[in-house]
């Protein structure tokens, strides 16, 4: 059963603290995304990767960071420097870049 | 700039017909998307249309392009209370890997 899945579905993050969002995607995907989803907005880019071992920032990267050492994994890290961290992330993946993006369930940060 | 503009509500009645409108400002778009988003729950693919087009059907869903105002349209056929949900709009444009979203239209289907 083909799809994207992000874990935990909920995350709770203390202040100074990092925390990595996990996300797998088993559709042979090249192209993976993360973006940031806050009420009542739409979602804005924070990095995306079109191939193992590349990365690029999005629009709003600062105080995240991201790896991608296997073609399945894209994990997001959110570090202490983001400060104002609260919100739901989504993972997305696309055949290719600029190809249609599939999403994964998603995971809610909340700052304790 | 990029801009893709949603109005954010929308109400119908079950067994009425939707349409959810969104314009958009990049007319180097390849494609553009319908989104479906249920609470608490990632985004749903829908649909999409190549910007060549001007008109998709697929089921109940129905796109419009009209690409000389930049506005695109979903229709939903009999809604049903199954698709009470945020929908949101998409653009692609030609540079950078990103999708330029809207900010989401909430439907609300009231039997």
């Known amino acids: 059963d083909g799809g994207i899945t992000q874990s935990p579905k909920y995350l709770f993050r203390k202040e100074g603290q990092n925390v990595t969002l996990s996300c797998e995607q088993n559709l042979n995907h090249d192209a993976m995304y993360w973006y940031r989803q806050d009420p009542g907005q739409g979602l804005r880019l924070i990095y995306y990767s079109q191939i193992v071992n590349d990365f690029q920032k999005g629009d709003i990267a600062e105080g995240y960071s991201v790896s991608r050492e296997k073609k399945e994994s894209f994990p997001l890290t959110v570090t202490s420097a983001q400060k104002n961290p609260t919100a739901f992330y989504l993972c997305a993946s696309s055949m290719l870049l600029k190809e249609t993006q599939y999403f994964g369930p998603g995971t809610r940060l909340l700052v304790l | 700039g990029e801009d893709v503009e949603q109005s954010l509500f929308l109400s119908v009645r079950e067994g009425d017909s939707s349409v959810i409108n969104c314009t958009y400002t990049d007319s180097s778009s390849t494609y553009l998307y319908w989104y479906k988003q249920e609470p608490g729950a990632g985004l749903q693919l829908l649909t999409y249309?190549?910007?060549?087009?001007d008109m998709k059907q697929d089921q109940r869903l129905t796109v419009l392009l009209n690409k000389k105002d930049k506005h695109l349209s979903l229709r939903i056929a009999d809604t049903q209370t199954g698709d009470s949900a945020i929908y949101f709009c998409?653009?692609?444009?030609?540079?950078?890997?990103?999708?330029?979203f809207g900010q989401g239209t909430e439907l609300s289907v009231k039997p």
């Open positions: 998409a653009e692609s444009p030609n540079q950078g890997g990103k999708l330029i």
């Open positions: 249309i190549f910007s060549n087009m």
